[in-house]
Protein backbone atom coordinates (compact mmCIF):
# COMPACT_ATOMS: atom_id res chain seq x y z
CA UNK A 1 0.00 0.00 0.00
CA UNK A 2 1.60 3.28 -0.56
CA UNK A 3 -1.35 6.62 -1.03
CA UNK A 4 -4.12 4.31 0.80
CA UNK A 5 -1.50 5.22 4.20
CA UNK A 6 -2.64 8.88 4.04
CA UNK A 7 -6.06 7.98 4.75
CA UNK A 8 -5.66 7.78 8.22
CA UNK A 9 -3.69 11.06 8.25
CA UNK A 10 -6.42 12.86 6.66
CA UNK A 11 -9.25 10.97 8.88
CA UNK A 12 -7.57 11.72 12.16
CA UNK A 13 -6.65 15.43 11.15
CA UNK A 14 -9.46 16.94 13.31
CA UNK A 15 -9.39 14.51 16.21
CA UNK A 16 -5.49 16.04 17.98
CA UNK A 17 -4.96 19.30 16.03
CA UNK A 18 -1.96 17.51 14.14
CA UNK A 19 -1.04 19.91 10.68
CA UNK A 20 -2.05 16.91 8.01
CA UNK A 21 2.03 17.59 6.56
CA UNK A 22 2.98 15.75 10.23
CA UNK A 23 0.52 13.10 9.92
CA UNK A 24 1.39 12.37 6.29
CA UNK A 25 4.90 12.00 7.61
CA UNK A 26 3.76 9.72 10.63
CA UNK A 27 1.83 7.49 8.37
CA UNK A 28 5.20 6.58 6.03
CA UNK A 29 7.79 7.03 9.11
CA UNK A 30 8.58 3.43 9.19
CA UNK A 31 8.99 3.96 4.95
CA UNK A 32 10.97 6.74 5.86
CA UNK A 33 12.92 4.59 8.20
CA UNK A 34 13.40 2.01 5.72
CA UNK A 35 14.38 3.81 2.89
CA UNK A 36 17.50 5.50 5.35
CA UNK A 37 18.26 2.03 6.71
CA UNK A 38 18.52 0.92 3.05
CA UNK A 39 21.27 3.31 1.97
CA UNK A 40 22.91 2.50 5.15
CA UNK A 41 22.54 -0.87 4.48
CA UNK A 42 20.61 -1.65 7.32
CA UNK A 43 17.94 -3.14 6.08
CA UNK A 44 17.57 -4.74 2.69
CA UNK A 45 14.70 -5.37 -0.10
CA UNK A 46 14.74 -6.71 -3.42
CA UNK A 47 13.02 -5.22 -6.65
CA UNK A 48 11.78 -8.46 -8.64
CA UNK A 49 9.64 -7.97 -11.42
CA UNK A 50 6.81 -10.41 -11.08
CA UNK A 51 7.48 -10.61 -7.03
CA UNK A 52 3.88 -10.03 -6.90
CA UNK A 53 0.67 -9.06 -9.68
CA UNK A 54 1.20 -4.82 -8.26
CA UNK A 55 4.43 -4.61 -6.51
CA UNK A 56 8.00 -5.74 -7.39
CA UNK A 57 8.75 -5.05 -3.57
CA UNK A 58 10.56 -7.99 -1.21
CA UNK A 59 10.57 -7.37 2.24
CA UNK A 60 13.61 -9.34 2.18
CA UNK A 61 15.30 -8.17 5.48
CA UNK A 62 13.15 -5.30 7.32
CA UNK A 63 13.02 -5.87 11.34
CA UNK A 64 13.82 -2.35 12.67
CA UNK A 65 10.97 -1.08 10.76
CA UNK A 66 8.53 -3.32 9.52
CA UNK A 67 7.83 -5.33 12.43
CA UNK A 68 4.68 -5.71 13.93
CA UNK A 69 6.97 -5.05 17.72
CA UNK A 70 9.18 -2.44 15.94
CA UNK A 71 6.07 -0.26 14.26
CA UNK A 72 4.56 -0.40 17.92
CA UNK A 73 7.83 0.77 19.08
CA UNK A 74 7.80 3.52 16.93
CA UNK A 75 4.38 4.74 17.57
CA UNK A 76 5.36 4.84 21.02
CA UNK A 77 7.98 7.13 20.24
CA UNK A 78 7.32 9.18 17.92
CA UNK A 79 3.25 9.76 20.11
CA UNK A 80 5.39 10.91 23.06
CA UNK A 81 7.08 13.26 21.09
CA UNK A 82 3.78 14.27 19.03
CA UNK A 83 2.72 14.76 22.76
CA UNK A 84 5.18 17.47 23.44
CA UNK A 85 4.13 19.26 20.73
CA UNK A 86 0.50 19.16 20.32
CA UNK A 87 -0.62 17.07 23.86
CA UNK A 88 -1.43 13.98 24.78
CA UNK A 89 -4.40 13.94 22.23
CA UNK A 90 -1.93 15.24 19.41
CA UNK A 91 0.37 12.25 20.68
CA UNK A 92 -1.94 9.90 20.53
CA UNK A 93 -3.08 10.61 16.51
CA UNK A 94 0.43 10.62 15.97
CA UNK A 95 1.14 7.42 17.62
CA UNK A 96 -2.13 5.85 15.51
CA UNK A 97 -0.82 7.14 12.67
CA UNK A 98 2.75 5.60 12.72
CA UNK A 99 1.25 1.98 13.54
CA UNK A 100 -1.27 2.08 11.35
CA UNK A 101 1.06 1.83 8.56
CA UNK A 102 1.70 -1.94 9.62
CA UNK A 103 -1.97 -2.44 9.65
CA UNK A 104 -2.71 -1.48 5.83
CA UNK A 105 0.13 -3.24 4.99
CA UNK A 106 -0.55 -6.33 6.36
CA UNK A 107 -3.57 -7.32 3.66
CA UNK A 108 -1.44 -6.50 0.60
CA UNK A 109 1.77 -8.01 1.35
CA UNK A 110 2.53 -11.47 1.24
CA UNK A 111 3.96 -13.30 3.83
CA UNK A 112 6.61 -10.73 4.57
CA UNK A 113 5.77 -8.67 7.82
CA UNK A 114 7.93 -10.09 10.84
CA UNK A 115 5.82 -9.88 13.78
CA UNK A 116 9.11 -9.22 15.86
CA UNK A 117 12.84 -9.53 14.52
CA UNK A 118 12.72 -11.57 10.88
CA UNK A 119 10.52 -14.15 12.62
CA UNK A 120 7.06 -15.27 12.11
CA UNK A 121 6.47 -13.10 8.88
CA UNK A 122 2.91 -12.89 7.74
CA UNK A 123 0.84 -10.75 4.94
CA UNK A 124 -2.84 -11.40 2.93
CA UNK A 125 -1.30 -11.27 -0.02
CA UNK A 126 -3.69 -8.85 -2.19
CA UNK A 127 -1.01 -7.36 -3.80
CA UNK A 128 -2.01 -10.75 -6.41
CA UNK A 129 -5.09 -9.42 -7.02
CA UNK A 130 -4.42 -5.79 -8.35
CA UNK A 131 -7.88 -4.66 -8.89
CA UNK A 132 -9.02 -5.55 -4.78
CA UNK A 133 -5.85 -4.48 -3.95
CA UNK A 134 -6.65 -0.63 -5.88
CA UNK A 135 -9.81 -0.57 -4.76
CA UNK A 136 -8.79 -0.77 -1.01
CA UNK A 137 -6.14 1.74 -1.61
CA UNK A 138 -8.61 3.68 -2.64
CA UNK A 139 -11.07 3.35 -0.43
CA UNK A 140 -8.99 4.19 2.72
CA UNK A 141 -7.85 7.16 1.08
CA UNK A 142 -11.17 8.56 -0.16
CA UNK A 143 -12.95 7.20 3.09
CA UNK A 144 -9.91 9.60 4.93
CA UNK A 145 -10.43 12.45 2.65
CA UNK A 146 -14.13 12.73 2.92
CA UNK A 147 -14.01 13.02 6.80
CA UNK A 148 -11.35 15.53 6.17
CA UNK A 149 -13.32 17.07 3.72
CA UNK A 150 -15.80 17.73 5.68
CA UNK A 151 -14.26 20.70 7.78
CA UNK A 152 -11.81 22.35 4.75
CA UNK A 153 -12.61 25.52 3.98
CA UNK A 154 -12.86 24.59 0.64
CA UNK A 155 -13.75 20.94 -0.11
CA UNK A 156 -12.90 20.83 -4.07
CA UNK A 157 -9.27 21.23 -3.99
CA UNK A 158 -9.14 18.60 -1.13
CA UNK A 159 -10.60 15.80 -3.82
CA UNK A 160 -8.33 16.94 -6.50
CA UNK A 161 -5.58 16.31 -4.08
CA UNK A 162 -6.47 13.54 -3.49
CA UNK A 163 -7.63 11.81 -7.18
CA UNK A 164 -4.02 13.05 -7.78
CA UNK A 165 -2.32 11.04 -5.27
CA UNK A 166 -4.50 8.03 -6.57
CA UNK A 167 -2.90 9.04 -10.12
CA UNK A 168 0.35 8.95 -8.96
CA UNK A 169 -0.59 5.64 -7.07
CA UNK A 170 -1.24 4.42 -10.71
CA UNK A 171 1.12 5.95 -13.13
CA UNK A 172 3.56 4.11 -10.59
CA UNK A 173 2.74 0.48 -12.15
CA UNK A 174 3.55 1.96 -15.36
CA UNK A 175 7.59 2.80 -14.28
CA UNK A 176 10.38 0.97 -14.74
CA UNK A 177 11.91 -0.61 -11.88
CA UNK A 178 14.88 1.29 -10.65
CA UNK A 179 18.24 -0.21 -11.40
CA UNK A 180 19.15 -0.52 -7.27
CA UNK A 181 17.71 -0.47 -4.32
CA UNK A 182 19.28 2.57 -3.02
CA UNK A 183 18.37 4.40 -5.72
CA UNK A 184 14.36 3.07 -5.07
CA UNK A 185 15.02 4.36 -1.46
CA UNK A 186 16.05 7.85 -2.66
CA UNK A 187 13.26 7.82 -4.73
CA UNK A 188 10.75 6.99 -2.33
CA UNK A 189 12.46 9.52 0.09
CA UNK A 190 11.29 12.14 -2.30
CA UNK A 191 7.90 11.10 -2.64
CA UNK A 192 7.44 11.19 0.86
CA UNK A 193 8.55 14.61 2.13
CA UNK A 194 6.99 15.95 -1.48
CA UNK A 195 3.90 14.67 -0.63
CA UNK A 196 4.24 16.04 2.94
CA UNK A 197 5.15 19.64 1.27
CA UNK A 198 2.01 19.37 -1.39
CA UNK A 199 -0.07 18.41 1.93
CA UNK A 200 1.20 21.30 3.83
CA UNK A 201 0.41 24.00 0.88
CA UNK A 202 -3.08 22.20 0.39
CA UNK A 203 -4.23 22.47 4.33
CA UNK A 204 -2.64 26.05 4.07
CA UNK A 205 -4.92 27.20 1.24
CA UNK A 206 -7.90 25.21 1.81
CA UNK A 207 -7.54 22.41 4.24
CA UNK A 208 -8.67 22.79 7.98
CA UNK A 209 -6.00 25.28 10.39
CA UNK A 210 -3.13 23.96 12.15
CA UNK A 211 -4.14 25.47 15.75
CA UNK A 212 -7.51 24.57 18.01
CA UNK A 213 -7.81 20.98 16.77
CA UNK A 214 -8.33 22.51 13.33
CA UNK A 215 -11.75 23.55 14.29
CA UNK A 216 -12.42 26.45 11.88
CA UNK A 217 -15.94 26.64 13.11
CA UNK A 218 -14.14 27.76 16.28
CA UNK A 219 -12.13 30.01 14.89
CA UNK A 220 -14.52 31.89 12.91
CA UNK A 221 -18.11 30.88 14.53
CA UNK A 222 -19.82 32.89 11.18
CA UNK A 223 -17.91 30.93 8.74
CA UNK A 224 -20.02 27.87 7.10
Known amino acids: MFVGHYGPGFGLRRTGG ?13 DVLLSLFIIAGVEEVRLTEGFTASSP ?3 YYAP ?10 WALIL ?9 RRGGVVIGLCVISHWILDL ?9 WGNEYKVG ?11 VLEAGVLLVGVAIYARHARSKLPIWIFSIVLLGI ?6 LPLPDSTRQFAVMALASYFGFAA ?14 SGGRWDTLHPGAP
Open 18 to 30: VPLWVLFLAVQFV
Open 57 to 59: LDL
Open 64 to 73: YTHSLAASMG
Open 79 to 87: GWLGSLAWG
Open 107 to 115: PVHVAKLPL
Open 124 to 134: FGLWNHPMIAF
Open 169 to 174: QYSNTL
Open 198 to 211: AAWFVERKWGQQPD
